[in-house]
């Protein structure tokens, strides 16, 4: 199976069932989701469908004030919730390495965390935070920590970092297990040169592990930020974005407009928006990791 020039056809034929599948999960819907923000369609108002240009684009960043901050807060969300896995991760990662009694076990429950289905983490950790008779509280009240129960998913001052905490709890494991695995693949002659050298801990940290390591961490934190920047599930089951907007991400306001005000066209729109904002910092991160290899 050869064109004229004596090219073979065959590897581009096999590839053809993946690209056809690749195209129906992923182009095809990111196609529709461009064509329905490039309409008017609101369920609610069917006499209205139709085509309306741009303007849900022009109205999300000309008019819409909700979408500016829900922005910064998705900013918020992302930052902290990766600076806390990333630097959690990196110690339970570097103390899973070491030599001790039933380390494997531990390998094995470090892991629960991650495959807890979403819904389930988050109905646990309302629970948790419950200012009634969560344990949280609880535990708080009988270390003398604080003197009353705590509302902390109804307050806009402690909600937020609530629900960082449960996607924290939720994503260290991921990390832990990824950064495991490159630190493994360290040859011990780099550690015994090292120490040869007369280096101490910190520095074969810092001068053999953390470069070793450095790649992994780099995808693996890349790869964190795109799934908790379009991350829905933690916030819309533990405070629905509430109280008032005060866990109001991006995602979350796209799934309220959509499916909570079936506006479709516009929740499209947004979402297009979040996708060209993570493809950007994808292009950058990249372009980093590049400029690290070379």
Same mark, same amino acid.
């Not at 709890?169 to 490159?182: E, K, R, S």
């Not at 819309?236 to 866990?247: A, D, K, L, R, V």
């Given at each position: ?70 922005? =910064? ?7 902290? !919730?990766?600076?806390?896995? #990333? @630097?959690?991760?990196?110690? /339970? *990662? ?113 001068? =053999? ?7 992994? !961490?780099?995808?693996?934190? #890349? @790869?964190?930020?795109?799934? /908790? *920047? ?65």
């Amino acid at each position: 199976m050869r064109i004229n020039n004596g090219v073979n056809r065959y590897p581009y034929f096999l590839l053809l069932p993946l690209i056809l599948i690749l195209g129906a999960i992923i182009f095809y819907p990111i196609g529709y989701a461009i064509f329905l923000s490039l309409n008017n369609y609101v369920l609610t108002r069917p006499h209205e469908i139709g085509f309306s240009g741009l303007s849900n684009y022009i109205k999300i960043f000309a008019e819409d004030k909700v979408f500016w901050r829900a922005l =910064v807060r998705t900013g918020r969300w992302v930052f902290w !919730t990766i600076s806390l896995e #990333l @630097l959690l991760g990196l110690v /339970t *990662a570097w103390l899973l390495n070491q030599e001790f009694r039933g380390r494997n076990i531990i390998r094995s429950v470090i892991l629960i965390p991650w495959i807890f289905p979403s819904v389930l983490t988050g109905l646990i950790w309302v629970w948790m935070f419950d200012d009634s008779y969560g344990v949280i509280n609880d535990i708080l009240f009988k270390l003398h920590l604080i003197s009353d129960f705590i509302p902390w998913l109804s307050q806009s001052s402690t909600v937020l970092y609530s629900v960082i905490i449960a996607q924290v709890w939720h994503g260290i494991p991921f990390f832990a297990i990824m950064i495991l695995a490159a630190m493994q693949g360290i040859p011990e002659e780099l550690y015994e040169a090292a120490r040869i050298d007369g280096s101490n801990k910190w520095q074969e940290f810092w001068y =053999v592990t953390w470069p070793a390591i450095l790649p992994t !961490t780099m995808i693996v934190t #890349l @790869l964190r930020t795109i799934w /908790t *920047a379009s991350y829905v599930e933690h916030i819309q089951i533990m405070t629905g974005g509430g109280p008032g907007e005060s866990t109001l991400t991006l995602p979350v306001y796209i799934f309220r407009r959509a499916y909570s005000y079936l506006d479709f066209g516009y929740g499209a729109a947004l979402s297009i928006v979040l996708i060209i904002m993570l493809s950007g910092l994808v292009w950058v991160y990249l372009r980093m990791i590049r400029s690290h290899k070379e």
